[in-house]
């Protein structure tokens, strides 16, 4: 595969960079659309991303068909990338005093495992894979396929993302890969965002499906002003602690007020995140995970009475 490569400037100062986040990006924003299979550094040589046209090959039928019953999981803690102000308790605006914030509803999924954050202080598989054993092992081979890419093009990105997996149980991992923690999003265009969780010594991948006509989408870094409209089946591997977001979705799906599509809108385009979510290193087998949820849940309880 003919690859080619680009060394990305800084096109945006902080200042002009900041008014950009929580944002939806439009064209405008990008000077450079990758077009074919490239590698992009930044200015101090890091790789920002790599970009594989059609690299899920045939895998993108399974994907497609255990991933679009996914359609409709909606939630509204994803914070900046939803593109709205977030709320606190009672509706009221965002304020650090009033603990948990909530954002506009997007149809997004958390898959695979997750370690401690919030209520719960302890490792878990999420709620659908649990659930859905067959349907997530019938998605292993997408998800170790991605790997391997990630390890022939950023091999020293894998190579640490791979050391983090090797000091991580087993039973918090995707089989054959170094990922622990999979986000599907359904026809949801993000703000621009830094991804936050992750291993920072690691590498994000993003996987595209798409069914239907629509135009937009693209997945651009608004610092360096570069991005690419992700076709059906391409892999685009990325450091996603760079700003990053979609331009929007056209047309743009007719929504509620809570954000949630009504009706169809005639096209789908769901994006597939694969990373490793760096608190999982210190997790315990699943035996000892579920005995700590049980002391903490005790121990919450405890506290409530005695309050």
């Excluded at 996987?207 to 570069?226: N, T």
């Excluded at 789908?268 to 694969?274: A, D």
């Amino acid at each position: 595969m003919s690859m080619t490569e680009i060394r990305a400037r800084n096109s945006l100062d902080p200042a002009d960079m900041e008014n950009l986040v929580g944002k939806m990006l439009e064209p405008t924003d990008v000077d450079v659309m990758l077009t074919g299979p490239a590698r992009v550094m930044k200015p101090d040589g890091k790789p920002l991303c790599v970009y594989l046209p059609g690299a899920l090959g045939e895998l993108r039928a399974t994907a497609w068909e255990v991933l679009a019953t996914l359609k409709g999981s909606y939630t509204d803690n994803r914070g900046i990338a939803s593109g709205a102000k977030r709320y606190g308790a009672g509706g009221r605006s965002n304020d650090a005093r009033e603990g948990r914030t909530r954002g506009k509803m997007v149809d997004s999924a958390i898959i695979g495992s997750f370690g401690p954050a919030g209520v719960k202080q302890y490792c878990r598989l999420t709620a659908w894979t649990g659930r859905e054993n067959e349907r997530w092992q019938a998605l292993w081979p997408t998800f170790q396929h991605i790997g391997d890419l990630l390890g022939q093009h950023v091999p020293e990105r894998y190579a640490a993302q791979a050391k983090a997996a090797r000091a991580t149980h087993p039973e918090w991992l995707v089989p054959g890969t170094p990922f622990t923690t999979i986000t599907v999003n359904n026809t949801y265009a993000t703000a621009v965002h830094k991804d936050k969780g992750d291993l920072e010594e690691g590498f994000s991948t993003l996987a595209v499906l798409r069914k239907g006509e629509f135009e937009g989408g693209w997945i651009c870094f608004p610092e360096f002003r570069c991005g690419v409209d992700m076709q059906d089946g391409d892999v685009l591997l990325m450091d996603a602690h760079a700003w990053h977001g979609n331009t929007p979705l056209s047309p743009e799906p007719e929504r509620d007020l809570h954000g949630r599509i009504v009706g169809d809108p005639g096209f789908e385009r769901i994006s597939i995140v694969s990373y490793f979510r760096a608190n999982m290193v210190a997790c315990g087998s699943a035996e000892e995970e579920v005995e700590r949820a049980r002391i903490y849940g005790e121990n919450r309880m405890g506290a409530r009475v005695g309050e």
